[in-house]
């Protein structure tokens, strides 16, 4: 496979997308419940859909860096501790 | 009787034609005038009317900004002011000027008076400097306050006292004419009292010729007025006269508040 | 371990099976362990989004929660810079430190050989006696850093005379086209890059030292410090003037006018009047300009030669800091032995001094802008 199109590639695209479309559908909901509700919004649309965008963003950024900086690094030291305990077996 | 006494004093300095233009735009419109020894003019007029322009034409201000040009005669005595000959800084040596704003030296309150003494090289000794910067500041009625503390940096002073010190510092060239440009515009009533009555003082040593926008101040303090609107000499006579009987409306109006 | 980890990745093919066995193992727990990240990810999206996507109506204060969340992204950033500045310091120190408990405080400062290759080669006979004397004889800095304040002494003489002039000239005299053709030419000398300027002082500047030294009779080194400083000292001409100008324009014309007012010449009011009112300016540019000269690597490192004389003849070949530094961390070293250690040590040296400069400078400059409201 391509290292385009690798998983974690894949996944960070999905991100973005997704961000992207919870924009549009936050802007959609708020513009239909705003006619539908006879009310003026209290902000432009826009910022709905910057405020879905950060809740799906921020989260999962915070996640994927506390992964780097933790799970990672368990991953590497679990094998070391695995390979040091193959050494000291006699062969 | 008073065109007598009017008579009696001899002119000091004669505008002609005196015409100043900024790149394209012209300030002043041919203005003329006779400036009387030993006297206080007062220049008044609405803002931007080419007041500050003129007062600096009489001591070559103007070349310092670089597209001003200046057209026209000024004599003071018989020096040509305008005459590209005459070096302007021998000229802003007999013609000292106090400016709008307090601009004392960042240095200390003695060398601020020094200073001119300093580079036109009129003391010989040390004694004779400390009498002239000690002579200025009793002239300027500024000794009082800061005999004890020449060595101290003269931006510490108050806004009046630096203006004081200013005045101190332009007397002590030694010139015969001040130059004012609205002396007072920074400081308090009582500040503005103090120089006032500096200026009726100086009076009797020096011709000044100062800038105002004060009607009160030109009143209390000047024998002549000259009345300035866009650029041209609008009205000039006795400070009287022009403020109790102007001949021009447009005087008039100033005056009693309705223009400017 | 990093080999395991390069196998993992399939950079390096396995030297035997035991080895490609526990890269396989690794891989697959890596593998795994990306899937479970991803779903991970994918979950808390779903999360935030509902959550989010529910709360939204009009009466949702969205504005308000969006610039809260900027102002702590900025407030975040700014963390973020000075947390990494704390971090470079920290491991710094922590080195510095490391060294230290090898090699005392005073030797370091106070020493006067520097010579840390040597100390690392026991078997080298030129080097034994040291060897046998303790490495501490060879940690002493004090010709490095007087290696380093001549070049810097050296750039600050080119420079200060001919910025300062140049910026006199540029705020004072310069008619608004011929200051409009200037200011950007000399800003075109700052857009140089340091290791062009570092060449120029290596085959240009210093075989033209040497060629004149040979002409009036003295011997100078072919990688003398007043090639590498004269070359240095052209680098920072354009910061100097900059900054002068700055200051030098910052001063109220109020004061020129009061100075032309009296009767002062041009040349009366600059002397007497502009330098002494922007002289706390001037020398905070100075000291910034310093900050520079030492800190800087390029051209030295090109120019300046690595024997670490104590000299202040500036004909010969000296050493600085940056050069060292250079020098003991670059080829193949062993991460901590005293050697590299020593660098850090250097580096601690030379931030403080820069630091304390820049301090200087603040203050220095930050007096002239009181001086005027
Ligand atoms: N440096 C300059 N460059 C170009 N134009 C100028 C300059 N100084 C003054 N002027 C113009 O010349 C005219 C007269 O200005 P001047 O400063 O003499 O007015 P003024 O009567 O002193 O006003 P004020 O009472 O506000 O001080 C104004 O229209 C002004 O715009
Ligand atoms: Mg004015």
Redesign the interface.
């Given at each position: 496979m391509s290292d385009f199109l690798s998983p974690n590639f894949l996944v960070f695209a999905a991100t973005i997308v997704a961000a992207f479309l919870s924009f549009y559908l936050a802007t959609g909901r708020v513009r239909k419940q705003a006619i539908a509700s006879q009310t003026k919004s209290h902000s432009l649309n826009q910022y709905y859909g910057f405020y879905v965008s950060l809740w799906v963003l921020v989260p999962a950024i915070l996640l994927a860096l506390i992964w780097m900086f933790a799970a990672d690094p368990m991953l590497t030291s679990a094998a070391k501790a695995r390979m040091e305990c193959r050494l000291s077996e006699p062969t | 009787m008073d065109t007598v006494v009017d008579m009696a004093k001899a002119i000091k300095i004669q505008a002609k034609d005196v015409n100043v233009f900024y790149g394209e735009k012209q300030a002043l419109n041919n203005v003329s005038i006779d400036i009387e020894d030993r006297s206080v003019t007062a220049f008044i007029g609405p803002s931007g009317c080419g007041k500050s322009t003129f007062l600096r034409c009489f001591n070559r201000m103007n070349d310092v900004i670089p597209s001003c040009r200046v057209e026209g005669s000024i004599m003071m005595g018989d020096v040509d002011v305008n005459n590209p000959q005459t070096d302007p800084v021998l000229l802003r040596a007999r013609i000292g000027m106090v400016f709008q704003k307090p601009n004392p030296f960042p240095k200390t309150i003695f060398e601020n008076v020094a200073y001119g003494p300093r580079i036109h090289g009129l003391a010989q000794s040390k004694a004779e400097l400390d009498d002239m910067v000690e002579d200025s500041l009793k002239k300027a009625g500024l000794w009082g306050e800061v005999a004890d503390r020449l060595a101290d940096q003269a931006t510490g002073l108050s806004g009046g006292q630096q203006q004081r010190l200013c005045i101190a510092r332009a007397i002590a060239v030694g010139p015969d004419v001040l130059l004012m440009d609205e002396p007072c515009s920074a400081l308090d009533p009582i500040a503005t009292s103090v120089i006032e009555e500096l200026i009726s003082e100086l009076q009797q040593r020096f011709t000044i010729l100062i800038v105002t926008h004060s009607m009160q101040q030109a009143a209390r303090v000047s024998q002549k007025t000259a009345y300035f609107h866009l650029g041209t000499l609008v009205e000039y006579g006795d400070t009287k006269d022009v403020f109790t009987l102007p001949k021009n409306e447009q005087t008039e109006a100033y005056i009693s508040g309705k223009i400017g | 371990?990093a080999q395991?980890?390069n196998i993992?990745a399939g950079y390096i093919k396995a030297p035997d099976a035991?080895m490609a066995a526990?890269a396989e193992?690794?891989r697959a727990?890596?593998a795994s362990?990306?899937?479970a990240?991803?779903l991970?990810?994918?979950a808390?999206?779903c999360?935030?989004?509902f959550?989010?996507?529910w709360r939204?109506?009009?009466?949702?204060?969205?504005?308000?929660?969006?610039e809260a969340?900027l102002r702590r992204l900025f407030f975040l950033s700014a963390v973020v810079a000075i947390l990494t500045t704390i971090g470079i310091v920290a491991s710094l120190l922590f080195e510095a430190v490391r060294f230290f408990r090898e090699i005392s405080l005073f030797d370091f400062f106070f020493g006067t050989h520097w010579s840390p290759m040597t100390a690392l080669r026991p078997g080298d006979t030129a080097a034994a006696d040291e060897f046998v004397a303790g490495s501490s004889g060879s940690f002493g800095m004090v010709p490095v850093m007087a290696g380093t304040l001549l070049v810097a002494v050296i750039a600050m003489a080119v420079a200060v005379p001919i910025g300062l002039f140049s910026a006199i000239y540029t705020s004072e005299f310069a008619?608004?086209r011929v200051r409009n053709i200037v200011k950007p030419t000399l800003e075109v000398l700052a857009g140089v890059p340091t290791v062009v300027y570092g060449f120029f002082a290596a085959l240009t500047a210093a075989p033209f030292f040497r060629d004149l030294g040979l002409v009036v009779g003295l011997d100078v080194s072919s990688q003398s410090a007043l090639a590498a400083g004269g070359v240095m000292g052209i680098m920072i001409i354009p910061f100097i003037s900059s900054l002068s100008d700055d200051v030098i324009t910052a001063v109220?014309q109020?004061?020129?006018?009061?100075?032309?007012?009296?009767?002062?010449?041009r040349g009366?009011t600059i002397i007497?009047?502009v330098l002494?009112?922007a002289f706390p300016g001037l020398v905070g540019a100075f000291l910034l300009a310093i900050s520079r000269a030492i800190g800087e690597t390029m051209i030295v490192v090109m120019a300046a030669g690595v024997a670490a004389n104590m000299t202040i003849n500036p004909l010969e070949s000296v050493t600085t800091v940056t050069v060292q530094i250079v020098m003991l961390l670059t080829g193949d070293n062993e991460f901590d032995s005293v050697k590299t250690l020593s660098a850090f040590a250097l580096g601690m040296t030379l931030f403080v001094i820069t630091l304390l400069l820049n301090v200087a400078a603040l203050t220095a400059s930050r007096r002239l802008g009181q001086?005027y409201e």
């Open positions: - | - | 371990m395991l980890v993992a035991v526990q193992l690794l727990a890596q362990a990306d899937r990240r991803s991970t990810l994918a808390v999206m999360v935030g989004f959550y989010a996507f939204v109506s009009p009466e949702l204060r969205a504005r308000v929660l969006c969340f008619s608004r109220p109020s004061l020129r006018d009061g100075a032309y007012g009296l009767g002062s010449t009366e007497r009047v002494p009112a001086r």
